[in-house]
Every structure is written in structure tokens, then in C-alpha cells.
């Protein structure tokens, strides 16, 4: 009976999943801050009190208050507009590039998985040696190598540096799934390898994919903020967090510490949203 | 037995919920059952009908989200429902024990086994030392030949009847007053089962101790209980003694479930299987009247309304029903199919040789050892025709129908023909036409059915690929097939998830008969459903191949099963047919001596008994089979047969014993007979 119980559970219906999800309060908190950024990201202009570029000389590096919220920084601009207006940037490079990544990797993963043997182990072994990659490292070097930083670079590291960890999740997905006689049956239809893995073995392993991206998504806005930051990551001059922590942390000291607060409580508000929702989502599909 | 009157364990209008997404549904209802001290009590019925909760109730360890709603638990005499945890624990640790169905999960496997049993030895006061002595005592109690090296290993290191056995120790070591055996033998093999069933039996005469069995296999509970307990939806419909009620039967339901199995002795050709209609009520569905009125064709407005109370058929035997006097007459239900079947290209006539399989071999090399799993094996099939493939687990049964279906490539000199035509070895080099005329239908439709796909699009998409039809006329050709496979058309839309058991195996049907095949090979088709299912899908087989002529490979550990279907039957033994002929032959004898053992172990559902033809050991491993016939070190008729050094040295041949009978043995036909009359 237990056995019987515990069976039904794991086939529980989709809808039903996202029934138990959206009674799960980790998910609605982290999807409502989740929500309120990419709304921002979207609508920045409507939420923002200022234009990013707009300067008060009147009162640079004014303290929190009713007219600033969030105080002005050092050129007087207001840093609540700012990170506003600052989410679109870290929202859209971070999204990005963990699509790639896990585009990349589930098409590898998927194949790996499925074909096992040689072509599985060289796979692997290729994608352990980029996965032993630092990030920053390279980043630095692509910002040498053509003289500015440049998002699209960003973007393409990231997600390249994600492969590995994207496909190794989904390989050992596709290596319990492809075991099972429904993919034996498919064979026994005269069905192409490409019609098995994405139209018969992927939709089966998408509810492993969709958490491991959103896990990925967290690891990616810390990687883009860490890159903007270093003046690694974005074209210079761009009103994102990264760089507005990194134009204004110095001030620290001279205790102007609101230009560096603002922009970091971002930076986690969102990371800490988005492991909230994969945290969630773990446990509804059980995986 | 014991002298005294109060019974070891008695639940009385014992009532249980489960409380499932916020909402209690009821899975017991007036449950009233004893047993004395000594007595096997045995509790039999369908997945689902709360068999287990009966047990965890018993030994209050009901999951979390379950609760005892109403009614007494009775141990010795004491109430056990309103007693804390610490009593409950100490209960468990002292007078009452469970074994569970696997073995293996049951089992710490990080922990040694002769540690594992010496732990509840200590738990009830041992010393160390004291302890490892009294385990392995116990494993010499449970007849395992050398124990003290039983002790060191682990878990995986035991096989599936061994492991048993370490639980059953383990159950027995705190000398408990009852025993709840929940599906103790399920999943272990036949002969396995036969050991295990006859160490229980033993144990029980020995100590004493009370039995709580529960089983879905009505063999089983005839051989080992003495009383007898039918439960249906969370209700008990039938009790009595074991011989009582199985010889009259006087619940619809029990009547139902014991026509539902092929008996020893039935046969396709010439007996239909009955059904019972429908399906089992849900969990925590709500009645009025008889919990079994929908299912039941004794139904009259009273069942509908009224919920009957137990009458006494006859002392203490009685049963929940209105009508139990009419129960035994109850009219047969025989459900007919409404398949299409379609014109197929092939010039066979029933009988004709249809798929030769000749010199078929398969060597898998795992750590570096080569292990020989399918050995030299040859059969053929006629059209129209089933061949029954039997044998233990491991005796490779399912590698073979993988080589016929080209999903695993033979080892060079294994050839397949179909038709005459020469078959490839692997599927991506043979034809459409070659792969639509070999299907499977698999054990398990939950893995075997894509659980994203639609139940239309399983079968349609198959129908296309197979046949070469438009989108559109393979989801035309995909509703007539669900349909004729009685699959109603408002489940054509649905998920697997959505489907039962039962339904889930005729959409793997359908999908199987999608591409017109000429051989169907089906592996343990019914052995995850319940009897009454299994009739329902063992009689549309049949009369599948009826209008057909489809030819089946039916590969199955159920005996009867195998027997009711079969025209021919091979007998599977390390990778070796060592026995193979007419169903008539293999079942009546002479046997082969591996089949001999194999029939004797069977618990017989009629309560006849025979003498059980042991196996002594274990099954060999395939990658270091004995010298000689790879039997000789299990036989039970080497010795005294006269030809014990041939046995040993010399692999026997598959010869020809008599016209269509085959057997690999060096003891000759008629000293065979002579051994076994």
C-alpha cells in the first residue's frame, strides 16, 4: 500500500504539480521578488522616480530621504532610479546566457546520455576541462584580447562555462530514462534517434532541466554582477549594479555607504528569489 | 497451541482514514477479525483494498497522513489504539514483528548481516558477545547453510530468498507473539517461494507464534493459513476457515477472484477465463450499500441502499453479501472484444513454421567476464500458434524475446527467420515491414507507455510509422484498435497516468497491434496486475490471436498462466532450453527434472497436495556454469539415477525424447518416468 501511495505521488499530474507549487510559500515569496524585478526590467521608466543620466548638483551624495529614497551618489544622481533602471541589464545578460548554456548543455546532455559509450566519455571529459575554467579568468582575458568589454562576450562565457554543469544534470537524467521500455517501443516504430531524444526522452527530463536552469539563473546574475563589477563584464558607463557597486564601494569609508547598499541589496534580493523558486520547484517534482 | 482463550491479536469494528490533500478518505471500515495464539490468519485480496493498512494498523504504524478513526485493536487482550509510542515500541520490540515483501530494502546495507540480527537481540537485553551467538543460531534456525559466513557479508551479497530468510530471523529474534508477514514471497521465485513458504510452515510449528498473512496470491494463502479473511474496498466480505471457503465460496467477490485464474488444467483452446466487470472503487469512496454492488451480477435495489451485515454460511464462516446463498451460481461474466482485424499480406496458414530461431547465442561482458546468458538455444513458432517461455529469474526469458525483436545483436551463427525470410540482427538494419511483425507488449506499461504522451498519440504515431499511413488515418486506425481493445473513446485523450493497470496494458496492446504484426511477443504481460485484470487481458489475448492468427511469444513465471495460453512451451534453465514441447507434454510429464522441480513448487490453489521436488542451492552464476549439465549441482534426480559422472562431465544435447518433445538430459525417458511415477 505504501508502495502503491508513494507511486501515485510520482505521477502526479502536471497540473496538479503546479497546484502543490503555487500553495508553496518559498515559490510566492521568491516569485513575487522575482516578479517586482523583471516588472522593473520591463516598466523601469515607470517605476523609476529620474532619469538614470539625471543629476542633481544640488545635492550630490545626499543621505536617504523623502525626495531621494535611496540617496543620490557622488554625481548627484538618484540611486534608486538607478537600480531600477540598473535591473534590466543584469535581468536580460543573466537570462541569456543561461539559455545558452542550457541549450547547449541539454543538447549535449540529452545526446550523451543517450548514445552512451565513446562519444559519452570524450563529451564528458571535454566538458570537465571547460567546467575547470574560471569564469573571471576568462573574462579578463576576452576583455584583453579585443580592448573593451563587451555584453555579448559576457554572454557567450557564461553560458559556454554552464555547459558543462547543464549537461552532466541532464545526461544523468536521460541515463535512468533511456533504461525504460518506452524508449525501446519507440525503436520498435522505426523512430529516428533525433524523434527519441527531443520528442520522446526530453519532455520526460524537462522537469529536471527547468530546475537545474533556474539554479543556473542564481549563479548567473552573481557571475554577471561579479563581471560588471571588474569592468569585465558590460560596456562601460552602463547603469548596472555591478558597476554602480564598483564606482561608488570607495565612498564606504567616508561613510556614503548608500550609492554601495542599494545596488548590492539588488543583486541579492534577486539571487536569493530565484534559489527560493528552484528550491520550490525541487521539491514539488521531486527530484 | 496455547491454552488460554484470549486471542494474540482481535480488531474490532476497526475503522482507518488516510487524509489525502487535506481531505480524510476512508480505507477500513468495520474491520472484525481474531487470531488465536498458534493460528496462521491469512488476509487476502486486490492492490489496493487496504491489505497493508490492515497490518500497520495492527502494529500502530500506520503512515503519517493515517489515522484509526473508530474501533478496537486487541493485543492479548489489551487495547492498543489509545497506548503512547514508548508502549507501542516496546511492543514492537517484544511481541510482535513484521516482514516485509522485499527483502532487500528491508535489509541496512551498510551494516553486516550478522550484526543487523545481533542488534535486536541486544535491544532485548543480550550482551555483545551473547548476541552474535543467538544470530547465529537464528540463521541456523532459518536453514541457512553456513552462517557464520552469512554474518560477515552484506546485504547485496545475499540472494533474494537468503535475504528473506535474514528477515524472518530477524523477525523471529525477539520471539514475538505475532508475526505480520506482508506479501512475504512476492518477487522471490517460485522454487524460492516454495523454500521460503516451507520455512514459515516449519517455524510456526516450532514456536508457535501467531501468524497475520497477507497476500494477494490465493495459492499461497491456501497452503499456509488456516483461517481465512476476503477483504474488498476496505471492507472484510468473507471469513472463514481456509478449506471452508474455498470450497464454498459464498461472497460474489471471492466467487469472482477464484474463477478469474487460470486453474491447472484450463486451456484456450477450450475454457474462457471469467472477469469480474469493472474496476475497484477509489480510495475513500463513499457507499451506501454493499462496498462490491457495482461490480457484483447478483445486484439488487437492497445491495444498492443497504449495507449488509455478515451471515453465517456455516459455523464460523460468513460472509457480507445478501445473496450468499445464490453466490456459487453466480452467472459467468465473459467480456467480448470488437476488434477489426485487417488483411495481411501473408501466405501462412495456421500451423505453418512462421519464426526459426536457430543456434541463438548472446555472451554480455561485464568487469571483464564474459557471461554466456543465452546459450545455443533453437525453437520455432507456428502461425496462429503461442509458444510459453518459462524459468527463474535470470534463466533468460526476456534476453531472448530482445534478440527476436533485433533490440540486442546475437553472437555470429544465431539466426532468426521470419516468414522464411532471413531476419537482421539488429533493428536499424531491418525493414519497416520485418519490425511492424515482431511487437512486444512489456511488463510494465508505467515504463512502457511515454507518461507525456497522450494515449491516442501512443498508438496513432505507431500506426504511422508502421503502416505508412497519414496522420489522419493513423489516429482513425489508433480509435478503432483502443476501441476494439475496450479502451472507450473518452479515454482516448488521456495521459497514462490517468489510466488503471489494466487499461494501461490493452493501450500497450493496442500499440502492439498498431503495425499488423504476425508475432507479438509478450513479456509478463499480467504479472503487475491483479488476477481479475489479468483474466480480462489473458482472454483478449486470446482472442486477439483468434482472429488474427497472430502468434504469440508469452513469456511469463506464472505456471498457470503460461499453462492456459500456451500451444507450446520451453522450459529456460541458465540460458538453455532444457525442456521443450506441446503444453499437454511439458505439464502431464515425464519432466524434465528442472521442470519437475519447477511444477512441484506452486502452492495449489485447489488445496490439493504433492510432493515437493526440492532445488537444492542456488542458482549458478552464468559466467562460471558447472562442469557437465549445467543442473547437475541442483538436480533432484542425479543421485540413484545411475548416470551421476556423465551428469558431471558431459553437456547433455536438446534430443528428441518422443515426437515434439525435446528435453536436455542424459537420464533416458523411460528411467525418468520410472523417478517420477
Given at each position: ?11 502526479m499530474?502536471l ?24 516588472f522593473?526590467?520591463i516598466?523601469?521608466k ?26 543620490t551618489?557622488s554625481s ?18 543573466s537570462?541569456?546566457?543561461t ?14 546520455g543517450y548514445l ?5 566519455m ?16 576568462i ?23 554552464f555547459t558543462?554543469?547543464v549537461a552532466?544534470t541532464v545526461?544523468a ?5 533511456s ?7 519507440a525503436?520498435?516504430?522505426t523512430?529516428?534517434t533525433a ?13 529536471t ?27 562601460a558607463?552602463s ?5 554602480q557597486v ?22 541579492a534580493?534577486?539571487?536569493v ?15 | 497451541?496455547?491454552t488460554?482463550?484470549?486471542p494474540?491479536?482481535?480488531l ?6 488516510y487524509?489525502?490533500r487535506?481531505?480524510d478518505?476512508?480505507v477500513?471500515?468495520?474491520i472484525?477479525f ?9 488476509l ?13 494498523a ?13 474501533g478496537?485493536i486487541?493485543?492479548?487482550?489489551k487495547s492498543?489504539v489509545?497506548i ?7 511492543l514492537r520490540r517484544?511481541?510482535i514483528?513484521m ?14 548481516i550478522g ?5 535486536v ?10 548476541a552474535?551467538?543467538?544470530a547465529?543460531?537464528?540463521l ?11 554474518m560477515r557479508r552484506?546485504?547485496h ?10 528477515v ?7 520471539n514475538?507473539r505475532?508475526l ?5 514471497t ?11 513458504l ?22 499461497v494463502?491456501?497452503?499456509m493459513?488456516?483461517r ?6 476496505g471492507t ?32 484456450k483452446?477450450?475454457?474462457r ?9 477509489a480510495?475513500?469512496?463513499?457507499f ?6 457495482a461490480r457484483c451480477?447478483l445486484?439488487?435495489?437492497k ?6 451485515q ?7 464462516h460468513?460472509?457480507?453479501c ?6 456459487g451460481s453466480?452467472?459467468?461474466s465473459?467480456?467480448q ?9 501473408h501466405?501462412?496458414k ?5 519464426l526459426d530461431?536457430?543456434h541463438l ?5 561485464q568487469?571483464?567476464h564474459r ?6 538455444v533453437?525453437l ?11 524459468g527463474?529469474s ?11 525483436l533485433?533490440?540486442v ?13 532471413g531476419l ?5 538494419r531491418?525493414d ?7 511487437q ?7 515504463q ?5 504522451h497522450?494515449v491516442?498519440?501512443?498508438v496513432?504515431?505507431?500506426?504511422e510509422?508502421?503502416r ?26 488521456a ?17 502492439a497491434f ?17 488476477v ?6 489473458l ?7 483468434k ?6 511469444i508469452f513469456i511469463?513465471?506464472?505456471?498457470g ?6 500451444d507450446r ?6 540460458g ?9 507434454r ?17 502452492p495449489?490453489?485447489?488445496g490439493?497436495t ?6 537444492t542451492?542456488v ?10 549439465c549445467?543442473?547437475?549441482p ?5 543421485e540413484?539415477?545411475?548416470?551421476e ?8 544435447n ?13 537420464v ?6 520410472q523417478?517420477?511415477?
Amino acid at each position: 500500500m505504501t508502495d502503491e501511495t508513494s507511486k501515485q505521488t510520482k505521477q502526479m499530474e502536471l497540473s496538479e504539480r503546479l497546484a502543490v507549487l503555487k500553495k508553496n510559500k518559498a515559490f510566492i515569496i521568491g516569485a513575487s521578488i522575482l516578479a517586482f524585478w523583471v516588472f522593473s526590467a520591463i516598466f523601469g521608466k515607470l517605476v523609476a522616480r529620474y532619469d538614470q543620466d539625471f543629476a542633481d548638483y544640488e545635492s550630490i551624495s545626499s543621505s536617504p530621504s523623502l525626495k531621494y529614497w535611496f540617496g543620490t551618489d557622488s554625481s548627484g544622481r538618484d540611486v534608486y532610479s538607478r537600480v531600477i533602471i540598473g535591473s534590466r541589464i543584469i535581468i536580460v545578460i543573466s537570462f541569456l546566457a543561461t539559455l545558452l548554456g542550457a541549450f547547449v548543455g541539454a543538447s549535449l546532455g540529452l545526446t550523451a546520455g543517450y548514445l552512451k559509450g565513446r562519444f559519452d566519455m570524450v563529451l564528458m571529459r571535454i566538458l570537465e576541462a571547460i567546467s575547470a575554467i574560471p569564469v573571471i579568468i576568462i573574462a579578463l582575458l576576452a576583455v584583453a584580447a579585443i580592448g573593451r568589454a563587451s555584453s555579448v562576450i559576457t554572454i557567450l562565457i557564461i553560458g559556454i562555462i554552464f555547459t558543462p554543469n547543464v549537461a552532466r544534470t541532464v545526461r544523468a537524467a536521460v541515463l535512468g530514462e533511456s533504461e525504460l521500455e518506452y524508449v525501446a517501443a519507440a525503436k520498435l516504430r522505426t523512430e529516428k534517434t533525433a524523434h527519441i531524444l527531443f520528442r520522446e526522452v526530453l519532455p520526460n527530463v524537462l522537469p529536471t532541466l527547468i530546475v537545474e536552469f533556474t539554479v543556473r539563473l542564481g549563479y548567473a546574475i552573481f557571475a554577471v554582477a561579479t563581471l560588471s563589477f571588474l569592468g569585465a563584464g558590460l560596456e562601460a558607463g552602463s547603469p548596472d549594479w555591478g558597476t554602480q557597486v564598483a564606482d561608488t564601494w570607495s565612498l564606504i569609508f567616508s561613510e556614503i555607504w548608500w550609492p554601495t547598499l542599494f545596488p548590492s541589496l539588488a543583486i541579492a534580493s534577486i539571487a536569493v528569489s530565484i534559489n527560493l523558486i528552484s528550491d520550490a520547484l525541487l521539491e514539488v517534482f521531486e527530484l | 497451541m496455547s491454552t488460554t482463550n484470549i486471542p494474540t491479536l482481535e480488531l474490532h469494528d476497526l475503522e482507518v482514514s488516510y487524509t489525502v490533500r487535506g481531505i480524510d478518505r476512508q480505507v477500513l471500515r468495520d474491520i472484525s477479525f481474531s487470531i488465536a495464539p498458534g493460528e496462521a490468519y491469512g488476509l487476502v485480496g486486490e492492490s489496493g483494498c487496504g491489505k497493508s493498512t490492515v497490518a500497520f494498523a495492527a502494529m500502530r504504524y500506520l503512515p503519517r497522513n493515517g489515522k484509526i478513526t473508530g474501533g478496537e485493536i486487541f493485543f492479548e487482550g489489551k487495547s492498543i489504539v489509545e497506548i503512547d509510542e514508548g508502549d507501542v515500541a516496546q511492543l514492537r520490540r517484544s511481541a510482535i514483528s513484521m516482514v516485509y515483501q522485499n527483502p532487500s530494502t528491508a535489509l541496512n546495507p551498510t551494516i553486516r548481516i550478522g550484526k543487523q540480527i545481533a542488534e535486536v537481540f541486544e535491544l532485548n537485553g543480550a550482551s555483545k558477545s551473547e548476541a552474535i551467538e543467538r544470530a547465529q543460531a537464528a540463521l541456523v534456525q532459518v536453514q541457512i547453510s553456513d552462517p557464520a559466513q552469512v554474518m560477515r557479508r552484506y546485504a547485496h551479497q545475499l540472494s533474494g530468498g537468503m535475504a528473506q530468510r535474514v528477515v524472518i530471523a530477524m523477525a523471529l529474534a525477539s520471539n514475538p507473539r505475532l508475526l505480520v508477514m506482508d506479501e512475504p514471497t512476492t518477487g522471490l521465485d517460485a522454487t524460492v517461494e516454495a523454500e521460503v513458504l516451507d520455512l514459515v510452515r516449519e517455524l510456526r510449528r516450532d514456536t508457535g507464534t501467531a501468524v497475520l498473512f497477507i497476500s494477494h496470491n490465493l495459492g499461497v494463502i491456501r497452503n499456509m493459513c488456516d483461517r481465512v479473511g476476503v477483504l474488498y474496498a476496505g471492507t472484510l466480505v468473507e471469513q472463514g476457515a481456509t478449506a471452508d471457503l474455498f470450497n464454498n465460496p459464498s461472497h460474489p467477490y471471492t466467487v469472482g477472484l477464484l474463477r478469474c485464474i487460470p486453474r491447472g488444467g484450463l486451456h484456450k483452446s477450450t475454457d474462457r477465463l471469467d472477469t469480474i466487470p469493472g474496476t475497484p472503487p477509489a480510495l475513500g469512496t463513499k457507499f451506501d450499500g454493499c462496498v462490491f454492488a457495482a461490480r457484483c451480477a447478483l445486484v439488487d435495489d437492497k445491495c444498492r441502499t443497504q449495507p449488509p451485515q455478515m451471515v453465517t454460511i456455516d459455523g464460523a464462516h460468513v460472509a457480507r453479501c445478501f445473496h450468499s446463498d445464490k453466490a456459487g451460481s453466480l452467472p459467468r461474466s465473459v467480456e467480448q472484444i470488437e476488434y477489426v482485424p485487417e488483411a495481411k499480406g501473408h501466405s501462412t496458414k495456421v500451423g505453418d513454421t512462421l519464426l526459426d530461431i536457430s543456434h541463438l547465442s548472446k555472451v554480455f561482458t561485464q568487469d571483464g567476464h564474459r557471461i554466456r546468458v543465452i546459450n545455443d538455444v533453437s525453437l520455432t513458432l507456428g502461425v496462429g500458434e503461442t509458444l510459453g517461455l518459462v524459468g527463474e529469474s535470470g534463466s533468460g526469458k526476456t534476453t531472448i524475446a530482445k534478440l527476436v525483436l533485433g533490440l540486442v545483436e546475437p553472437e555470429d551463427g544465431g539466426i532468426i527467420t521470419l516468414d522464411g525470410k532471413g531476419l537482421a540482427k539488429t533493428l536499424n538494419r531491418r525493414d519497416v515491414q520485418d519490425i511492424g511483425g515482431i511487437q512486444i507488449v512489456f511488463q510494465n506499461p508505467d515504463q512502457a507507455l511515454n507518461r507525456r504522451h497522450s494515449v491516442t498519440r501512443i498508438v496513432g504515431r505507431a500506426v504511422e510509422r508502421l503502416r505508412g499511413f497519414s496522420a489522419q488515418s493513423s489516429i482513425k486506425r489508433a480509435h478503432e484498435l483502443l476501441l476494439g481493445m475496450r479502451v472507450e473513446a473518452s479515454l482516448h485523450g488521456a495521459r497514462p497516468v490517468q489510466l488503471s493497470g489494466g487499461l494501461k496494458q490493452r493501450v500497450a496492446i493496442a500499440r502492439a497491434f498498431a503495425g499488423a504484426p504476425q508475432i507479438v511477443l509478450c513479456d509478463e504481460p499480467t504479472s503487475a496486475l491483479d488476477v481479475s485484470v489479468q483474466a480480462a487481458i489473458l482472454n483478449l489475448l486470446v482472442d486477439l490471436q483468434k482472429q488474427d492468427q497472430t502468434s504469440f511469444i508469452f513469456i511469463s513465471h506464472d505456471l498457470g498462466v503460461v499453462r492456459y495460453i500456451s500451444d507450446r512451451i520451453a522450459v529456460l534453465y541458465l540460458g538453455r532450453v532444457v525442456e521443450f514441447g506441446t503444453s499437454q507434454r511439458v505439464f502431464n510429464g515425464p519432466f524434465h527434472p528442472y521442470t519437475e522441480a519447477l511444477l512441484s513448487s506452486v502452492p495449489n490453489i485447489d488445496g490439493s497436495t504433492r510432493k515437493r521436488i526440492p532445488l537444492t542451492g542456488v542458482v549458478p552464476s552464468p559466467s562460471k556454469p558447472p562442469s557437465g549439465c549445467v543442473l547437475n549441482p541442483r538436480c533432484p534426480r542425479k543421485e540413484g539415477s545411475g548416470y551421476e559422472a556423465l551428469c558431471e562431465t558431459e553437456e547433455p544435447n536438446l534430443t528428441e525424447v518422443e515426437p515434439g518433445h525435446f528435453m536436455r538430459c542424459h537420464v533416458p525417458m523411460a528411467k525418468l518416468k520410472q523417478l517420477q511415477s
